[in-house]
T-cell receptor, first 110, second 114 residues
Framework: DQQVKQNSPSLSVQEGRISILNCDYTNSMFDYFLWYKKYPAEGPTFLISISSIKDKNEDGRFTVFLNKSAKHLSLHIVPSQPGDSAVYFCAATFWDKIIFGKGTRLHILP | NAGVTQTPKFQVLKTGQSMTLQCAQDMNHEYMSWYRQDPGMGLRLIHYSVGAGITDQGEVPNGYNVSRSTTEDFPLRLLSAAPSQTSVYFC?????????????FGPGTRLTVT
């Protein structure tokens, strides 16, 4: 049973526009949510996180929103740049475990 | 400061062979883990360790062994390789439970089992 779901395998966005990546989860006990970015042939790199007691966290062009009642979080990238083309993984932590979603491939179009 | 290193980068094994994937980190992180990434499956946790001498199973532990004799090293052993273990393997480390729970990933090992 998938506890962290990224239902969009891919997303294409025009350069300069907003990219919105979505993630749903089922376990209300998760305490932190994180986003990782992955380029081909490299390991994932941490992007931004949010505590389960917050509803928004912002870092430069990246903002993560958490809606606990809907068990949903989203990553907003504004403005989108060519270097943002990558696979984005949503993840959630519970005690010592971290569970990843399947990822969403973001294509930034020129 | 090399971060998380993994060796080898690529490996081809025949069914039934055994091998060890190496992982080392120089950040004095307590928490280390192994993931496999398969197309359409995301990152799945194989085994993890919260400190030297302590290991535990993740989502997909069958066919793999780990040990953690030092803080720095966390090798992953394939006891008898099977084609289903063809995958890209990532090792990661982090402070045990920081506010961000950020994990640092190695560059990966691409394993093919024929």
């Amino acid at each position: 049973d998938q506890q962290v779901k990224q239902n969009s395998p891919s997303l294409s966005v025009q350069e300069g526009r907003i990219s919105i990546l979505n993630c749903d989860y089922t376990n209300s006990m998760f305490d932190y949510f994180l986003w990782y970015k992955k380029y081909p042939a490299e390991g994932p790199t941490f992007l931004i996180s949010i505590s389960s007691i917050k509803d928004k966290n912002e870092d430069g062009r990246f903002t993560v929103f958490l809606n606990k009642s809907a068990k949903h979080l989203s990553l907003h990238i504004v403005p989108s740049q060519p270097g943002d083309s990558a696979v984005y993984f949503c993840a959630a932590t519970f005690w010592d475990k971290i569970i990843f979603g399947k990822g969403t491939r973001l294509h930034i179009l020129p | 400061n090399a971060g998380v290193t993994q060796t080898p980068k690529f490996q081809v094994l025949k069914t039934g062979q055994s091998m060890t994937l190496q992982c080392a980190q120089d950040m004095n992180h307590e928490y280390m883990s192994w993931y496999r990434q398969d197309p359409g499956m995301g990152l799945r946790l194989i085994h993890y360790s919260v400190g030297a001498g302590i290991t535990d199973q993740g989502e997909v532990p069958n066919g793999y062994n780990v040990s953690r004799s030092t803080t720095e090293d966390f090798p992953l052993r394939l006891l008898s390789a099977a084609p289903s273990q063809t995958s890209v393997y990532f090792c990661a480390s982090s402070t045990r439970q920081g506010a961000n729970y950020e994990q640092y990933f190695g560059p990966g090992t691409r394993l093919t089992v024929t």
